[in-house]
């Protein structure tokens, strides 16, 4: 099958009964993969996983002076980024809103002169919260085709602000791109995130990969990370299990039935998605755990049950749970994710457009969606160019005969094996 083919799910055969072992983390791996960039001394960051996220980042970060050599999945920095290389350089960050956000905030320390960019979908989604930042601390953001959008150019300022105000309304990798560079700051920084915070579990996140590599918030509450002047510090990191892609394989379980083992889920404690496995409980799944791995369960006499969830901490989620609750009893509403219109795609509106392209009832809500109970049928699905559409939803093809995934290459941002494992479930 070529890259751009259409994928057709094949359907189970049988009751789901294996084990799974999901890709590192894509969201620890690029918090780690920075701090390694940015701290003095060797650093080595292992089960890195293989999609395009993690290439884009390391691609980026080797552009700017970092010395990178890769082992298999482990990223060896024999030296950091040179923050005082002047010749102008433009970096390339793909689909990857991360890599975008976080090295616009890096190359920020940076004397001389670079470029973000990225595909037309990623030069379409929001910045400008972090390039409002950026500026207002003293940094030189410069917009090449309209503000709060890439592509941007970026240097060094003079710092004229110790403290910044940020809103937390609209993506956590705002704050996050900020608490990176924090410590590499001239006068350090203290940020102040401004309305409700929308996924905290990965502002928390961000604390706990700094911790590994020698940096503390030296004040953290509810809406303020103070860092004062400091050098992150070379370390071997080992990237946890990710929780977000082990959502698959436990809703495979969840759906169709049987059991299955993700190994070394246990370790994903920095990952909000985690909580993901407790969601299922609720529905009606069992859990039990294996020293490090999680094992879920779903016998064909007990029913899943529908639910009503605050999601805004496993926003990433969301699709794998809507499929998930076409199959219950009653009907799931989910709430606290309006701001998923702005990931890879709107993750509410087409998220429901697909879902109902394939027999499920969906109503839009303006912060989620409520799912009624389905007998869905096959069809094609479109994805959106956004990764967690495709996985999802094609989890309803383990059950449905038909379901057709196009432009099933966009699996390769985060999970480039995704349909060797889901055909692996046999």
Partial sequence: ????????????????NTTVRVPGSKSVAARALVCAALASG???????PTGDDTISMLAGLSLLGAQIETHGNTAVFTSGIDVEQEVPIVIDARLAGTTARFLTAVSALRAGEVVITGEEALRKRPMHDLHQALNDIGLDVSPLNGAGVLPVAVKRGKQKSDRIRIAATTSSQFTTA???????????LAIVTEGEVVSQSYLDMTVGVQKSFGVTPSEQGEH??????????????EVEPDASSASYPLAAAAIAGGRVVVSGLRRSSLQGDSAFVEVLVRMGCSVEV?????VLSRSADQALQGITIDMRDMSDLVPTLAVVAAFAQSSTTITGVGFIRNKESDRIGDLAHELR?????????????????AQPHGGVVNTHHDHRIAMSLALIGLVTSGVVINDSHVVSKSWPEYWSMLGGLQ
């Fill in 357 to 373: 392209e394939l027999g499920v009832q969906v109503d839009e809500l303006a912060d989620g969606m409520t799912v009624y109970p």
């Fill in 290 to 294: 294996s020293g490090d791995d999680i």
């Fill in 178 to 188: 900020l608490m990176l560079i924090a410590p590499k700051l001239p006068q350090g």
């Fill in 224 to 237: 303020v990370f103070r860092y004062e002047i400091g050098d992150y510090v070379g370390a071997q990191y």
């Fill in 1 to 16: 099958m070529s890259a751009s083919q259409p994928h057709a799910i094949v359907p189970l055969r049988a009751e789901i």
């Fill in 42 to 48: 060797k650093s080595s960051v292992g089960n890195l």
